[in-house]
Nanobody, 123 residues
Framework: QVQLVESGGGLVQAGGSLRLSCAAS????????TAWFRQVPGKERDFVAG????????YYADSVKGRFTVTRDTANKTVALQMNSLKPEDTAVYYC????????????????WGNGTLVAVSS
C-alpha cells in the first residue's frame, strides 16, 4: 500500500492562494495517478484535479480550471495543488488519493487516501 500525508491547508481570504502538498511513501513504484478530492459536511467527495505519474497528464474539474494547478515531483514522490483566486465555495477538506490502475483520474475508486487537510476561504 501507499501512505499519504497532506499538508498546507489553512484559512485564507477570498482571492488569495494556498498550496497543498501530498507526500507518498510505501509502494510508490506502482502508482499510476494521484488526485485531489474535496468534501464538505453532508455532501459527496468531489474530484478536483489529478495527474499521472509517468507522463504528467493532468485533468481538472470545471470548477477549478484556470485557478488550480496540479504538479508532481517524481524524485520526492510528492504532488502539489496550487490554488489561486480562491472562492468561499472552495472551502472543504481536501484529500489526496493514489490509484494503481489506469482508470480515469476523476473516478473515485482510488486505492489509498490521506486523512485530509482543511481549506477555509472567507468572504
Amino acid at each position: 500500500q501507499v501512505q499519504l500525508v497532506e499538508s498546507g491547508g489553512g484559512l485564507v481570504q477570498a482571492g488569495g492562494s494556498l498550496r497543498l502538498s501530498c507526500a507518498a511513501s510505501g509502494r510508490t513504484a506502482s502508482m499510476y495517478g494521484t488526485a485531489w478530492f474535496r468534501q464538505v459536511p453532508g455532501k459527496e467527495r468531489d474530484f478536483v484535479a489529478g495527474i499521472t505519474w509517468n507522463l504528467g497528464w493532468t485533468y481538472y474539474a470545471d470548477s477549478v480550471k484556470g485557478r488550480f494547478t496540479v504538479t508532481r515531483d517524481t524524485a520526492n514522490k510528492t504532488v502539489a495543488l496550487q490554488m489561486n483566486s480562491l472562492k468561499p465555495e472552495d472551502t472543504a477538506v481536501y484529500y489526496c488519493a493514489v490509484r494503481f490502475d489506469s482508470g480515469h483520474l476523476n473516478r473515485p475508486d482510488y486505492d489509498s487516501w490521506g486523512n485530509g487537510t482543511l481549506v477555509a476561504v472567507s468572504s
